[in-house]
DNA sequence: ACAAAAAGTGACCGATCGTGCCCTTTCCGG
DNA sequence: CCGGAAAGGGCACGATCGGTCACTTTTTGT
């Protein structure tokens, strides 16, 4: 009922914010369970085992990242305005939101990304749904609306920009990184919209 | 002496092969010495600790992947050739020559940047020094050459659409990524040379 | 060829891994 | 307020973790 549903919560939230940092393989049972002030035993109340775990840790990272990153998107007109919001705050969400780890979803796809299972099962198909949403969204840019495969190489060029940022910023410390990743993404804006 | 080396060598590729799937926090000294047909404390006769063999794999994997990306770019003339030729084996590295675990520098980058310890420094180091050797490339664009901030910014683009390749190549069986990347570069490559 | 050095083995250490079982405590609907 | 269900703890399991030590086998320089 209640109670449950508030711990399994806080598993989720620990286990998502240790597996950010070392990563889903590195984690181990004992220490997100105390981390959370439980027994191990106790974890297993609430998920069967060490995958099961993961997968909602996963599930829910991703709902976490779409409401945060979509927060204000709804009420923006579709096109470049919404776009703009959504990268922003998609920096936001690597560089501030989740400062210890980064973002859980950009770690578990470098891990996973050759380790079949329902792990990465479910990583193909959240990502690819999110790159569905961006990608109809770009096409707003434009009238007439450009071609699936346009929008989906302006989607693989955002998306590159936000690994670049990501890197530059957590693994090399680069303040700057954020500029250059805006800059990046306003030039490919600016040569992609309505002429 | 001789044999020695040859089975240090062979250690070395063995986890670098291992940790570019699983990560480096994941795998285990038992299973690189049984990959590698050795008993566990036969391994601890090259490396004095879990982290020694991880620094050396790691500093060797950077060796490799510069011989392997470099290879014919001495015999190119500096700027748009050259650098297109390094583009090119760099997504061959990614999705080719790493076919299993994909680059082994990504898988750390991620895993590693929010661990502080000597895995990260060595990181850092030579990551720094990579995007230096490029930026330095890009400038032979240009003449006058571009400034320091314009290159870094070109770099940072080309390496985000190698990071962009990988994901959609290794995460998301996308046959297409290989051209999104290319069609990327070719435009950056386009849109920065000399006029 | 020989001795010293290097390479490699097997047993073992304490700690921790994921997990199952059984018990107690706490919560919540009737 | 009560009874059953949910939540959680204690404990132990077999396996494996990184690492040490004493020992044997192989390699190598001379």
Redesign the interface.
């Known amino acids: 009922m209640k109670k449950g549903e508030a711990t399994r919560a806080r598993i989720i939230d620990e286990t998502g914010r240790q597996a ?4 889903f ?2 984690i181990s049972l004992g220490d997100v369970a105390e981390a959370v002030g439980l027994s191990k035993s106790g974890l297993f109340k609430h998920f069967d085992s060490k995958e099961a775990m993961e997968l909602a840790t996963l599930d829910a990272g991703f709902d976490r990242f779409i409401a945060f990153v979509w927060a204000d998107a709804d009420d923006l007109p579709p096109g470049r305005a919404r776009l703009e919001n959504v990268f922003e705050r998609w920096l936001d969400w690597t560089e501030v939101e989740n400062a ?3 973002c859980l979803i ?2 578990a ?7 079949p299972g329902p792990m ?1 099962d479910l ?2 198909q959240r ?2 749904a999110w790159r569905q949403r961006l990608a109809g969204e770009m096409k707003a840019l434009r009238e007439p609306p450009m071609s699936d495969a346009e929008a ?2 302006v989607v ?2 955002m ?3 936000i ?6 910023r ?4 680069d303040t700057g990184a954020r500029a ?2 805006r ?2 993404f306003d030039s490919l804006m600016a040569r992609t919209r309505n002429p």
């Open positions: 950010a940092i070392r990563g393989g590195a210890a780890g980064g950009v770690a796809s470098t891990e996973l990304d050759d380790q990465r990583l193909q990502v690819r989906e190489s693989f060029q998306k590159s920009f690994l670049g940022h990501s890197e530059l957590r693994l090399l410390d250059a990743a800059s990046a």
